[in-house]
């Protein structure tokens, strides 16, 4: 079913994400069936027209786009491209808004997508607010959404000053990945897992992030940031959510925020000593990051849900830049028996608990592994897995990529897979005496698993990554 006709104005037109996952998701929500009479207007801080602006989104897609556009879809698609320099200034925005919006026809409907950094985020609403343009708009907003309590306090009470809470869609891309909503679904919709999904039968947790990626075109943006404030408070954080959370009395959005929001209640405040900061050798030698940098590229940490599902149950995050191998992954891993009938030597122990894994990259797997008996004469034991791979469905075909799924999720209307608020207050709060009081960067080798303190963090336990061959 499409959806309604929609102008998209798209501030940070010429950034990153928007070369990156935006305008290759916008072109295959147009191609496809799914929303097909959009036109964007992208505004930024480069000197732009719409024939220079069309030529930089087209070597976007060339580069970053899955599927490849052939000529005639990208014909098709460029002319729905439309771009306003920020220096022509509110007027010309919405001159051009009003000219999308006239081409698409009466039902047209506007959303503002707002992928800046966060310093430039209440700019850009006051040019919305100056080009009238905030009456029955939507407006998606990227994370990271402030930079610490009072700056995520100020940024949402500015923000209510100009939109209704109801317009404001907080993006966290990680919840729109197919592989992030089948944690809910393997959850919920069966009744194996969740009777041994608590303190009892699970040992720790681990959600792990590791990337080869550097930072691209980013470093202002990134040294501002870093790793914590760009993966951890949002997306590791909301994935942990998703892990956590008690069951939703519906799938709707508030029944959704409100035990998310439990979890986030119930975590302790990060305590620095249970952090490790890392920072790769090399990075204070890119243009644009200072020499004396301290931002961290890499974070490795554990927390805690003091509840009466969790408490006890250690909760092991990590992430980080220029690490050994990109992965996305939530592992489970079970408390072992209580008593061993195999003896030493059958295998067992060697290789620790059961696990259950999710991961959470595009071709999404899960697994579990346990123990079972090897093939041959006498009892020994050998670790074996079934897996389920989304790959393999019937559907695969059908699956959106993480952005296209929330443009259109934000298009209709449907909070669901958004942040809120108030969550996302809590976390800058549980975040506090970390931001407070920050562990100094350790140094790690690119291509490593980060600084050697990761090891002492999660004994006496394991990071599961990287796999075993
Ligand atoms: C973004 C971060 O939100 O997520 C990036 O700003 C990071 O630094 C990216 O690389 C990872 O997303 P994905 O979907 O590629 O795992």
């Given at each position: 079913?499409?959806?309604?006709?929609?102008?998209?104005?798209?501030?940070?037109?010429?950034?990153?994400?928007?070369?990156?996952?935006?305008?290759?998701?916008?072109?295959?929500?147009?191609?496809?069936?799914?929303?097909?009479?959009?036109?964007?207007?992208?505004?930024?801080?480069?000197?732009?027209?719409?024939?220079?602006?069309?030529?930089?989104?087209?070597?976007?897609?060339?580069?970053?786009?899955?599927?490849?556009?052939?000529?005639?879809?990208w014909?098709?698609?460029?002319?729905?491209?439309?771009?306003?320099?920020?220096?022509?200034?509110?007027?010309?925005?919405?001159?051009?808004?009003?000219?999308?919006?006239?081409?698409?026809?009466?039902?047209?409907?506007?959303?503002?997508?707002?992928?800046?950094?966060?310093?430039?985020?209440?700019?850009?609403?006051?040019?919305?607010?100056?080009?009238?343009?905030?009456?029955?708009?939507?407006?998606?907003?990227?994370?990271?959404?402030?930079?610490?309590?009072?700056?995520?306090?100020?940024?949402?009470?500015?923000?209510?000053?100009?939109?209704?809470?109801?317009?404001?869609?907080?993006?966290?891309?990680?919840?729109?990945?197919?592989?992030?909503?089948?944690?809910?679904?393997?959850?919920?919709?069966?009744?194996?897992?969740?009777?041994?999904?608590?303190?009892?039968?699970?040992?720790?947790?681990?959600?792990?992030?590791?990337?080869?990626?550097?930072?691209?075109?980013r470093?202002?943006?990134?040294?501002?940031?870093?790793?914590?404030?760009?993966?951890?408070?949002?997306?590791?954080?909301?994935?942990?959510a998703?892990?956590?959370?008690?069951?939703?009395?519906?799938?709707?959005?508030?029944?959704?925020?409100?035990?998310?929001?439990?979890?986030?209640?119930?975590?302790?405040?990060?305590?620095?000593?249970?952090?490790?900061?890392?920072?790769?050798?090399?990075?204070?030698?890119?243009?644009?990051?200072?020499?004396?940098?301290?931002?961290?590229?890499?974070?490795?940490?554990k927390?805690?849900?003091?509840?009466?599902?969790?408490?006890?149950?250690?909760?092991?995050?990590?992430t980080?830049?220029?690490?050994?191998?990109?992965?996305?992954?939530?592992?489970?891993?079970?408390?072992?028996?209580?008593?061993?009938?195999?003896?030493?030597?059958?295998?067992?122990?060697?290789?620790?608990?059961?696990h259950l894994?999710?991961?959470?990259?595009?071709?999404?797997?899960?697994?579990?592994?346990?123990?079972?008996?090897?093939?041959?004469?006498?009892?020994?034991?050998?670790?074996?897995?079934?897996?389920?791979?989304?790959?393999?469905?019937?559907?695969?075909?059908?699956?959106?990529?993480?952005?296209?799924?929330?443009?259109?999720?934000?298009?209709?209307?449907?909070?669901?897979?958004?942040?809120?608020?108030?969550?996302?207050?809590?976390?800058?709060?549980?975040?506090?005496?970390?931001?407070?009081?920050?562990?100094p960067?350790?140094?790690?080798?690119?291509?490593?698993?980060?600084?050697?303190?990761?090891?002492q963090l999660?004994?006496?336990?394991?990071?599961?990554?990287?796999?075993?061959?």
């Amino acid at each position: 079913q499409s959806t309604a006709p929609h102008v998209v104005v798209l501030f940070g037109a010429a950034g990153d994400l928007a070369k990156r996952k935006l305008l290759p998701g916008m072109a295959n929500l147009v191609l496809s069936s799914l929303a097909p009479d959009i036109e964007i207007v992208g505004t930024s801080l480069e000197d732009l027209d719409d024939d220079t602006y069309r030529e930089q989104a087209k070597a976007a897609l060339d580069e970053f786009d899955r599927r490849r556009l052939t000529d005639d879809e990208w014909r098709h698609f460029a002319e729905k491209l439309h771009y306003v320099p920020s220096k022509a200034g509110p007027k010309a925005l919405a001159q051009a808004v009003a000219a999308a919006a006239g081409r698409l026809g009466p039902s047209a409907r506007r959303i503002h997508y707002l992928s800046v950094p966060p310093k430039a985020a209440l700019a850009a609403v006051e040019t919305i607010r100056d080009a009238g343009l905030v009456e029955g708009s939507r407006i998606i907003m990227e994370k990271p959404f402030g930079t610490d309590l009072a700056s995520a306090i100020e940024l949402n009470r500015r923000l209510h000053e100009t939109f209704d809470e109801g317009q404001i869609f907080r993006i966290d891309h990680f919840l729109g990945k197919e592989p992030a909503q089948n944690i809910l679904a393997i959850r919920f919709g069966n009744g194996l897992f969740e009777p041994i999904w608590n303190r009892n039968f699970i040992q720790q947790i681990q959600i792990d992030v590791p990337e080869t990626l550097g930072l691209e075109q980013r470093a202002s943006f990134y040294e501002a940031t870093g790793a914590y404030r760009d993966m951890v408070v949002t997306h590791l954080f909301q994935i942990l959510a998703f892990v956590a959370m008690e069951a939703p009395t519906a799938l709707e959005p508030k029944a959704i925020s409100e035990e998310k929001n439990k979890v986030f209640n119930s975590m302790k405040p990060i305590d620095p000593a249970s952090v490790v900061r890392g920072q790769y050798v090399g990075y204070k030698d890119i243009p644009g990051v200072s020499p004396e940098s301290d931002t961290e590229t890499f974070v490795a940490l554990k927390c805690e849900i003091d509840n009466w599902r969790w408490a006890g149950v250690p909760f092991y995050l990590r992430t980080g830049k220029k690490l050994a191998e990109g992965q996305r992954i939530v592992s489970i891993a079970f408390k072992e028996p209580p008593q061993s009938m195999f003896p030493a030597g059958s295998g067992i122990g060697a290789k620790g608990p059961d696990h259950l894994t999710f991961d959470l990259a595009d071709a999404s797997k899960m697994s579990l592994s346990f123990y079972g008996k090897k093939p041959g004469p006498g009892m020994r034991l050998d670790k074996m897995s079934m897996q389920f791979a989304m790959q393999d469905t019937a559907n695969a075909g059908d699956v959106l990529e993480a952005y296209e799924r929330l443009i259109l999720d934000a298009m209709r209307g449907d909070h669901t897979l958004f942040t809120s608020a108030a969550g996302i207050e809590r976390l800058w709060e549980v975040s506090q005496p970390l931001l407070d009081d920050a562990p100094p960067v350790r140094p790690y080798a690119v291509g490593s698993w980060g600084p050697n303190a990761i090891h002492q963090l999660i004994a006496p336990y394991a990071w599961r990554l990287p796999f075993e061959r």
